[in-house]
């Protein structure tokens, strides 16, 4: 009996302990409850407008800090929204945790960073921990081993988070995180990110599409259009290198691209800039200034393809 009540004893706080971990780390105060707090907030914004036409911003955070949604709107006259939310999530997830909001009449504009097209087999480090902390764990397909994995470190905050938690509770009275600024009524941050301590260096991008992704796109674009949408496909802007390899895989890989859907992008400089000054803090996140000039050049890209 002794032993039954230590082995219930252990479980219980085992349990107790895992579920304390959970709520910091899926619901307040760990990076994932804000990054499940943005993505809630944006399909919210999503749901509520229901035009008979609308525009949806797909991808990580190298859209979401990229495309001005506002300003595209204000420009093309359509509704849009922008629902991008963050690479690590990976494209096997991203891309099924947008498809509920999709309806006939969208739009849906993918522009996914290279580190979801080069990767092989659409997982990133918050794939399984997203999936659950939305209330849909397993969502993509992970593996189960995998989900298994992350749904027990779902409970485990890192040191690294804790401190920084507590750090910001100390000083600023509350948690925040990288996703914890609010968004704009078209899905928009209302933050941009600064780089402060290293210094800029041109991205090289080593290899072309993976075979992955682009099946996994292909198969999007069916799903959106069994919604009644339209998918069209963007290339992002990158602050990047301009050798050879480079910029010979961004042309195999728009090339693989343009086989699936129109995808808009300058085919002179392959959305490759090296105006670091444009750029906020990675080679993917642009300044209020490069967002303008990104859009702009977006929404001109759009009407030459006359999507509409």
């Not at 955070?61 to 709107?73: E, I, N, P």
């Not at 498809?99 to 480090?125: H, S």
């Not at 593996?143 to 409970?155: C, S, T, V």
């Not at 400089?269 to 000054?277: F, R």
Request: glycine share 8%; proline share 5%; no cysteine.
């Amino acid at each position: 009996m002794n032993k039954f009540v230590k082995l219930f004893s252990w479980f219980a706080i085992a349990g107790v302990t895992w579920t304390a971990g959970y709520v910091y780390n899926a619901r307040y105060g760990g990076e994932l409850s804000w990054l499940r707090m943005m993505y809630e907030q944006k399909i919210a914004v999503a749901q509520e407008v229901q035009a008979t036409e609308r525009i949806l911003v797909v991808g990580g955070s190298g859209a979401h800090y990229t495309v001005d949604a506002k300003l595209m709107q204000e420009q093309l006259d359509i509704p849009t929204i922008n629902i991008a939310t963050d690479g690590p999530i990976g494209l096997n997830v991203i891309l099924p945790s947008v498809l509920d909001v999709i309806k006939e009449g969208d739009i849906v504009l993918l522009i996914p960073e290279y580190l979801l097209l080069l990767d092989q087999d659409g997982f990133g480090d918050r794939s399984g921990q997203f999936g659950a902390a939305i209330g849909k764990p397993g969502l993509g397909n992970i593996p189960p081993k995998q989900l298994a994995q992350d749904l027990m470190l779902l409970g485990i905050p890192t040191l690294k988070s804790a401190t920084k938690s507590s750090l910001d509770l100390v000083k600023k009275g509350r948690f925040t995180g990288y996703y914890s600024d609010p968004i704009t009524e078209n899905g928009d941050p209302t933050v941009i990110k600064e780089r402060t301590r290293s210094k800029w260096w041109p991205l090289p991008i080593n290899d072309s599409v993976s075979n992955h992704a682009i099946n996994r796109i292909q198969k999007f674009k069916q799903e959106v259009e069994a919604k009644g949408g339209t998918l069209v496909l963007g290339l992002s802007w990158i602050y990047g290198s301009t050798d050879d390899k480079t910029l010979n895989n961004i042309r195999d890989t728009a090339a693989k691209l343009e086989k699936i859907a129109p995808l808009l992008y300058d085919p002179e400089s392959l959305n490759v800039k090296t105006d670091s000054s444009l750029f906020a803090d990675t080679h993917y996140h642009l300044n209020p200034n490069g967002r303008r000039v990104r859009t702009t050049e977006l929404v001109k890209q759009f009407q030459a393809a006359n999507i509409r």
